[in-house]
């Protein structure tokens, strides 16, 4: 499986899971249906899961007049896939590609505000990240 389907996978999966709290393997096996699973797609699925709080809370402090829970669930789930690749998969993809696969998967699941949204919230913690290290 490739790394864009992979990751609108795990969109497509954390957004089941903001609407029906259920558990990565239940919502990784309804996105897949008969499609064989892939590895990058369950590290995403079940990493968020693991580190939503932390991911949550960093996208938190980078927007402006906006309480996450208020996001839009497609645009809260790109950002929190992205900077889980951003924190967790740093060693395997580049910052400019998480970037640049999040902006064109909010254009094809947000709607016309979604992908300039997501591009400024993570250029804002992508200059964070950079700080740190």
């Known amino acids: ?15 089941q899971m903001d609407m029906n709290e259920m558990e990565p393997a239940e919502a990784l096996e309804n996105v897949l249906e008969e499609t064989e699973s892939d590895d990058y797609l369950e590290s995403l699925v079940v990493g968020v899961y693991e580190h939503k709080e932390e991911i949550d809370t960093m996208i938190q402090n980078h927007l402006e ?53 997501v591009n400024g919230v993570l250029s804002k913690l992508v200059d964070t990240l950079h700080s740190r290290d």
């Open 65 to 117: 007049r906006w309480k996450i829970d208020r996001l839009a669930r497609v645009d809260r789930n790109i950002l929190r896939v992205a900077l889980y690749e951003l924190l967790y998969k740093k060693d395997e993809v580049p910052h400019n590609a998480v970037l640049n696969e999040a902006v064109e998967i909010s254009k094809r699941f947000g709607d016309e505000k979604s992908s300039s949204f």
């Open 1 to 15: 499986m490739k790394r864009r389907t992979a990751r609108e996978k795990a969109l497509q999966a954390l957004f």
